[in-house]
């Protein structure tokens, strides 16, 4: 008995009535669509002192990175209130993109398509390597035998995102079943961290293990603090937005009353996502942790160790806390990929559907889930972890800037709607106004200071004279080519659908067939089925041969006058051995003898027992279905004949070539 690989990976198929089944409730939804925005609590903070630090290992300006927290908070609040008003404004999904399509146009609603497209892709990147580092660290306090793993970063990466993928595969809520409990234990575990170290702090009681070095001295005075060093950072930590705005895309994916229970999702998202941000920055601050890859060049220091798993050791020391902390960290991180699984497939459906993306991305797989659009996101995401060699920081640049274009025209949007619906002068156009400008701002920020910044200190490798690093313009370029992309699909499909809606003149007259047979030097079974299925259509079946040996034609006749009947069998000379040319020419000629008819050119062909057998025999067949099948008014037919293992029915034959 055959071992079904596919049910054993991926489950029983679903019918499509278990649809409204497989909904999903706010306590499956939660580590779904907000493990995204919670995840970032694991490397936001840690992005604005990358901006703060600089190449002296001064401490100076790490004081900012609190007040700079408190405003994150406040724009995350804001954000966190537009897309509440999206969600009952369009319950159907969506989010950015039919929010700016609706309200600010076509070319609106593709870029913000475009722009959460982007953004997916780069949070199953950023998530897995970020979860791959938190692991990495965890494992390296266990002793250097574990050091090897590092060189392995991508290989882990890729591995990772392909477990997600096949989870995903089995349908969204069966992953959400299968991350709730890595979900909640990342919650709990951070809000312990996080009132246990602010007890110690408040009790004054010193860090349980000095993670970075107080002593630490300077190897140079501490740069000058600018308003655009502020920004700079500001823009870095408003990372831990992304993901807020998945809730919005996904709404159909809630149990009813749908609006009403993705709010309530997006309101707990909201505040876990403030107090865990604060919390961890707050830490930070007081324990005076420096983000390891400023450490890089301080003896014993882990360059790849992140910022929570320096708090963690400082509140817990390195116990059986601290390895649950960085196990929770790392499941929740690639739960933040699950996010974008659960998203982009949904999006691209929803492109799908309104022409923009192909139609494949709309249909639903064995287990009620978006296959083409899961796989094509998880080939994509390896493709840049790959290319980034599975650096978190390499690929927060072109993370951040989709986000903020589709914040920026979300809320653009909502305030245009609310011109529209006559309330311009409301607390709800206020708050969107608002953020509106304030996530605008932090866009420009993020694609001057990120985009065409030139660095040095810390590049994977250059383009040119561009360093990769700094590339947040390779995000923008990348929103161009969807764009693009997405327009010159929409225009084909219209064009098709404009031609297909014409009805000729005529389209009901009756069909005069042609009916062309191809055989072989030899007449063998497969081709006394062809010469039967052809003469079932059309009396005037006629059989060519193309003859590359003209010592070989006796044979052919003999058979054709024992087997061959009364349908007239036409060999034309090749004496090239082409088989493409003579027959291309023979099909031009009869297409000219009537313009009323369609030449139906039929191909026997044997399917062999074995998959392998396929390499024994030519493949001339599928270079005739190739070639022919862009030729007007050429209808190609396969009469296939199914050969078994073995035949006890016939005296085997001698020939040593059956398909000669």
């Not at 409990?181 to 246990?196: D, R």
């Not at 499941?331 to 139609?359: K, V």
Request: hydrophobic share 50%; proline share 5%; with cysteine.
């Amino acid at each position: 008995m055959s071992i079904n690989w596919r049910r054993i990976f991926l489950g029983r198929p679903l019918r499509t009535e278990r649809a409204i089944h497989e909904r999903l409730s706010i306590a499956l939804a939660l580590p779904i669509f907000a493990s995204d925005a919670l995840s970032s609590v694991a490397y936001a903070t840690e992005a604005i002192l990358l901006q703060l630090a600089d190449a002296h290992l001064n401490r100076s300006y790490f004081h900012y990175s609190l007040p700079i927290s408190v405003a994150i908070v406040s724009l995350i609040l804001m954000v966190v209130i537009s897309y509440w008003q999206v969600i009952f404004a369009y319950p159907g999904g969506g989010g950015s993109y039919i929010v700016a399509k609706e309200n600010l146009g076509e070319w609106a609603g593709l870029t913000a398509a475009s722009a959460l497209l982007v953004d997916y892709v780069l949070t199953v990147a950023v998530s897995i390597a970020e979860g791959t580092a938190a692991a990495l660290a965890a494992l390296l306090q266990l002793g250097p035998r574990f050091a090897h793993l590092d060189d392995h970063r991508v290989l882990i990466c890729c591995a990772l995102v392909l477990v997600v993928m096949l989870l995903n595969l089995r349908g969204i809520r069966e992953s959400g079943v299968a991350f709730a409990a890595p979900s909640y234990l990342f919650i709990v575990g951070m809000i312990a961290l996080i009132c246990f170290g602010m007890y110690r702090t408040w009790t004054g009681q010193t860090p349980v293990e000095q993670v970075s070095p107080p002593n630490l001295v300077p190897s140079g005075p501490a740069g000058a603090l600018t308003v655009f060093l502020i920004l700079r950072a500001f823009a870095s930590g408003c990372s831990a937005l992304t993901g807020i705005e998945a809730v919005s895309n996904g709404v159909q994916a809630f149990r009813k009353p749908e609006a009403r229970n993705a709010s309530l999702t997006l309101g707990i998202l909201g505040a876990l996502l403030a107090f865990m941000f604060i919390g961890i920055t707050y830490l930070a601050n007081h324990y005076g942790i420096v983000p390891g890859d400023h450490l890089a060049a301080y003896g014993g220091i882990n360059r790849h160790e992140p910022v929570v798993s320096q708090v963690a050791r400082a509140t817990f020391g390195t116990n059986v806390f601290y390895y649950v902390i960085q196990a929770a960290t790392a499941m929740i991180l690639l739960l933040a990929a699950n996010t974008s699984f659960a998203g982009f497939p949904r999006l691209a459906s929803i492109l799908a559907e309104d022409g923009y993306l192909p139609r494949y991305f709309a249909a639903l797989g064995d287990r009620l889930a978006y296959n083409n659009g899961i796989m094509v996101l998880a080939a994509v995401a390896m493709v840049f972890i790959a290319i980034f060699g599975g650096e978190t920081h390499a690929l927060l640049p072109l993370y951040t800037v989709g986000v903020f274009i589709a914040f920026t025209l979300s809320q653009a949007g909502m305030v245009s709607r609310w011109r529209k619906l006559g309330k311009l002068v409301s607390f709800s156009a206020l708050i969107n106004a608002v953020g509106c400008l304030v996530t605008f701002t932090v866009l420009i920020v993020v694609v001057i200071s990120k985009g065409w910044v030139r660095s040095r200190e810390a590049t994977l490798f250059h383009i040119g004279s561009v360093p990769i690093q700094e590339g947040a313009w390779i995000a923008l370029l990348l929103m161009g080519l969807l764009i693009w992309l997405c327009k010159s699909i929409f225009n084909h499909y219209e064009t098709v659908n404009a031609q297909l809606a014409i009805i000729p003149e005529g389209y009901n007259n009756p069909v005069k067939h042609t009916v062309i047979v191809l055989v072989p030097s030899r007449i063998h079974r497969g081709v006394l089925h062809a010469l039967n299925y052809a003469c079932s259509i059309s009396p005037d079946a006629m059989a060519v041969h193309i003859m590359f040996d003209r010592t070989k034609e006796p044979d052919l006749r003999k058979a054709w006058g024992e087997y061959g009947g009364d349908m007239p069998l036409i060999i034309l000379d090749s004496p090239y051995r082409s088989l493409v040319g003579p027959l291309m020419g023979y099909l031009d000629a009869a297409d000219q003898v009537r313009d009323d008819d369609i030449i139906t050119v039929v191909l026997p062909e044997f399917v062999p027992a074995r998959w392998w057998h396929h390499f024994l025999h030519n493949a001339s067949g599928f270079l005739l279905r190739l070639l022919l099948f862009y030729r007007r008014d050429i209808v190609i037919t396969s009469i296939r004949y199914y050969l078994g293992e073995q035949t006890t029915q016939q005296k085997p034959r001698t020939d040593k070539h059956p398909d000669k």
